[in-house]
Structures are given as C-alpha cells and as structure tokens.
C-alpha cells in the first residue's frame, strides 16, 4: 500500500513506520492519522512483524504536533472529531500485539509528545526536545497527553509539563521517566534497531502477552491483576515457545521460537 504521508519499510521482522511531512515538521493532519491507523491495523495483523518502530522523516523533527494549520478552521464538533480520531489511533498503537518503540529524531511536541507515549518505550536523540505546548495555542492536549501524561510521569511534572507549555530536553525527559534512553542523534535508529532486535529473539508469544497484562492490569486493582497475570501465564505455558525456551535453557543452547 502507498500512502501520502508515512512510509513503512520492513527489516525481517522489524517494521519502521515514518511520519514523512518534513516540510511541517511531520505535523498530523487527518490524513495523516487515517494513513498511521490503516498501517497500524496492517502491522497488528501481520505476523511476520514482532517488533515495530515510530520515527519522523528528516533531522529537526519525530512529530511536531497536530497540524496546526489544518486546525485552525476546525468547528467544534470537527474538533472533537479529529481529537477522537487521535486517540483511537494512538490507542490502536497502545494495544497492537507486538512492542512499538519511539524513536524520537527531534521535536515531539503536543500530538508528537503523545504519539510517543502511546508507544511501549521511548528513546531519545540528544537533539530531542518535548512538551505539550498546546495552552499556548489556548487549546488543551487532545490526543491523550492530560491522561498518558500522568500516567508516566509523576503528577506534578505532568501537570507542569502541561500547563506551562514549556519544552524539555532530551536529559531531562530521561530524568523524569517520559524518555528511557537519550543516545547521540547519528545513533538513535541502530540503538533502536538493536534493542528491536533483542526483543524480536524472545518468545514471540510471550513477548506479546506480557504487554497485554501489563496494560490490561493498569485497568484494574492489584488483586484482579494479579490474577489476570496468573491466567496470562498459564496460558503461555500451553504454548511451543515455553517448551522450547525452558529445554534450550536446561540444555545450554541457544532458543529457536516460532511464535506458536
Ligand atoms: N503544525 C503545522 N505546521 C507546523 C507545525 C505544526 N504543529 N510545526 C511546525 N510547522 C511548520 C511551520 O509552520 C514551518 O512552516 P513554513 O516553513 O511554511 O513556515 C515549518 O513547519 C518549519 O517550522 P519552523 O520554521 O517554525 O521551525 P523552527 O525550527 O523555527 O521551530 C518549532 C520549530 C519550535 C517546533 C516550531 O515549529 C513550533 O513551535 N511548532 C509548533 C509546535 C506546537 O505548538 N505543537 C503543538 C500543536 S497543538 C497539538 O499538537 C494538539 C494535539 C491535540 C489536538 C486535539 C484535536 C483538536
């Protein structure tokens, strides 16, 4: 499939999708959202893919924001819309089976900072800067930030992150959780093609069904997690990979995971 606005190349069995409007700073129209989600569904569907990574097109920017122009002639209904159209997106990407990684080449600002929250891990190029500048435009985060946000980091630095619309650096994101790893800008793809690729070594099955219960388990109280982490790992023990992984490790050799 071709799209307008994002590329999607594939690696053996990691995708790179790239929001590719450089010339905007990779800002997110509709279009653009509706490009991300129909690539999203593919990757979820396919299971060639185990691991999946989110950049931006050029050097300056990872995503600059909603598309600001577009947004300008928005009507409030057409507001709430395209405000909903984000989210289900980056939901989709929240919840696709396989583990998605950030890598953020430059600005994640607004609807950029929150597309790299909806991914599982974030890294960052020194050159990174982010922040939910929204309140500076009079309009508020509406593609997830006012809920991810606290949600990753501590409540007082969401709350500050938000309402000053200031912007942090690479460090200090890592400082405050928002990023795992900042490496030097020319480093950044292989640093997370090769974490892509640990991942992608494990037990495909596994891999997914621990992000599952980890997002699952954020939706309910401590016990009934727990619970649903014990179901999770019954289930996982009536698969091939468990067999394989537990006698690889018991034999000293190296694991051959089919995903089954
Ligand atoms: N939307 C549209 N165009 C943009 C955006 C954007 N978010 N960001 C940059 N651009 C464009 C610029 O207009 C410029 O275009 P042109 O060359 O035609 O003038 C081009 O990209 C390059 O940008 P700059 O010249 O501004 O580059 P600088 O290096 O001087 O500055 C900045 C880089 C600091 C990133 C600056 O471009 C900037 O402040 N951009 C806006 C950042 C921002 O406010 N983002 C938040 C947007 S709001 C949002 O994301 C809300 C999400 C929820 C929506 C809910 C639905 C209603």
Known sequence: MSWNNILLEKEENIAVLTINRPKVLNALNAETLREIDEAVEQLGNDEGVRVIIITGAGDKAFVAGADIAFMQALKPLEARKFSRLGQKVFSKIENLPQPVIAAINGFALGGGCELAMACDIRVASDKAKLGQPEVSLGIIPGFGGTQRLARLVNLGWAKEIILTADM?????????????????ADQLMEFCKGMAKRIASRGPVAVQLSKEAVNEGLEMDLEKALAHEADVFGVVFATEDREEGISAFLNKKKPEFKGK
Not at 168 to 184: C, F, K, S, W
């Open 168 to 184: 942090y650096d690479a460090e200090t994101a890592q400082r405050i959780g928002l990023v795992n790893h900042v490496v030097p």
